[in-house]
């Protein structure tokens, strides 16, 4: 049986890969030139993104009745968001919470309004919703979350505003207009006076600048813009559905919340504050709590246990069970990796240092530099005439340099 080529699907291939997703801007000049800088419009094709979502699969995810709520089904009309109250009745979900559920009756009228229907947190609802929210999670680092948005043709959904992560619209429907402007809210938090509805249209109106990029997609096409860039979209026909997925990256804001977290296990920390009136003893104390938090700041391992709870934030989408096993997972970081072949043996060349292959893992290199990410019974599938002690060793040689991450 010869190797499948890079991109033939076996087992739980990805539907897709962010390579294909940028495609025909490489992995690299999207990080180098547009990641958290500016915006990109990649053309695209139907055909592109037909395994991500369909609007056949969306009608599918609104007859799943059991797992919406005004919290996950919003609903919004020319620029203003509907109550709950207006489209949903209370109801028991499936843990037998009382939640106000869509009521599909009121969600028809809105639509023949011209109402949008906005589906949240639907990243894993779907194998190609998974797999595309996979790809961008494992290319980024950062935690992923999707929203459907089906749209009707010259209603707008949402006024002019910026998001507190940057988002990957996918176009899978229909047409729509976006524009982007040149105002960007610096550093955007989901919190009071750090995200869009803190301030007034007023003020929106005036922060985000002069139109700078506008762009009608079609379906295959994508546009990536980075967190607090402002924009606003509008649709050229009805039923337009686009998907947007959001990334968000960990701030320094994040790890101050972590550390604060272990705080605990100190001392000097449990300790009553003296009297505010006592103001000299009360200085000492704040001088002393300083100190101890620079030393534990200054512990060699503080850094590292941060980017072990950032990582498993960034890939929890993950986790789970297969059976009769649990999942062997690897994560590709393939930027800056080079193969040569050097006579019945290839050199990697990768960030972290260089490793030889044995003779015949060129194919599986191939292989793996060709997806995200990918279960080792995939591998071992893939290459059935390999024995399982070589491909551990080629799996433990690239762990080694950093072309793949166990997860």
Known sequence: MAPAMPGEAILSEPITTFARLLDPVTVDEFFSDYYDQKALHVPGTPEKVAGICSWDAFNDLLQRTAIWSDRSFKMALDGTTLTAGQYCEAAANRDGMRVMRPIPEKVVEYLGQGASIVLDLAE????????????????????????????????????????????????????????????RFDGPLERPGFNQTSFSPDYHGKAKGELAMEVELKPGDLLYFPKGMYHDALSSTDNCLHLSFGTTQPTGLDFMRWFNDGLDEAPLFRKPMPPHDDVAAHDRHIEALRENLMEIMQQGDVARQFRADQRDKAFAMLS?????????????????????????????????????????????????????????????AQFPDVNEQTILDILQALSSVGVLEAL
């Open 124 to 183: 894993t609802l779907t194998p190609g919703l998974r797999a595309a929210s996979q790809a961008i999670q494992m290319a980024t680092g950062c935690q992923v979350s999707c929203n459907i948005y089906c749209s009707q043709q010259a209603h707008q959904a949402f006024p002019s505003h910026f998001d507190t992560m940057d988002v990957f619209a996918i176009h899978i429907e229909g047409k729509k207009t976006w524009r982007i402007y040149e105002g």
């Open 320 to 380: 789970g069970v297969a059976v009769p096993n649990t999942l062997s997972r690897y994560r590709v970081r393939g930027r800056g990796v080079r193969v040569v072949r050097r006579g019945k043996e290839s050199r990697v060349t990768a960030p972290l240092g260089n490793c030889n292959m044995p003779e015949g893992g060129e194919g599986m290199i191939e292989w793996m530099l060709a997806r995200d990410h990918f279960e080792r019974r995939e591998l071992a």
